[in-house]
């Protein structure tokens, strides 16, 4: 069993009750991971798997894609869910690092970003400004990434 740090990118609904979970994690980068019965009105595990919310995450893996055996909400950022236009934004970046990002590329400074940008958004008012600051800061951080 692996613990993972992560924001929870996005989910795609699998199956009659599961869901597929797209993760940015600390250890790892990019991770696909199931969570069996997450759609289910009775799951636990559903409300710490919101996209936008930094968990804990327990994934067993024998072969092939793992499976979420428990997770621990650490940040919720529940002012930030509240705004259509941060969470339009948060989707934004969402999308940039599904399509651009490999699983198993761990970068520590892009987390660090991703994180950095959920806190700021959280709290200020102008989310696409706070976008802009990432979006410049990530190409930074890739650049330094490179030497």
Avoid: C
Avoid at 56 to 84: P, S
Avoid at 86 to 103: P, Q, S, V
């Amino acid at each position: 069993m692996q613990k993972y740090t992560a924001i929870i990118l996005a989910s795609r609904e699998t199956g009659e009750v599961d869901r597929l979970y797209f993760l940015y994690t600390l250890e790892q980068g990019l991770v696909k991971a199931a969570a069996k019965g997450a759609r289910k009105p009775t799951a636990k595990l559903a409300g710490h798997l919101e996209p936008g919310t930094m968990t804990e995450v327990y994934v067993a893996r024998a072969r092939g894609m793992g499976q979420i055996t428990g997770a621990i909400a650490l940040e919720n950022f529940g002012d930030f869910k509240k705004d259509f236009e941060k969470i339009g934004e948060f989707f934004r970046i969402a999308k940039f690092f599904l399509k651009n990002f490999a699983e198993g590329e761990e970068d520590d400074i892009i987390f660090g970003l991703l994180s950095e940008f959920l806190k700021i958004a959280d709290e200020a008012n102008n989310a696409e400004l706070i976008a802009e600051a990432f979006w410049w800061n990530s190409l930074k951080g890739w650049e330094i990434g490179q030497k």
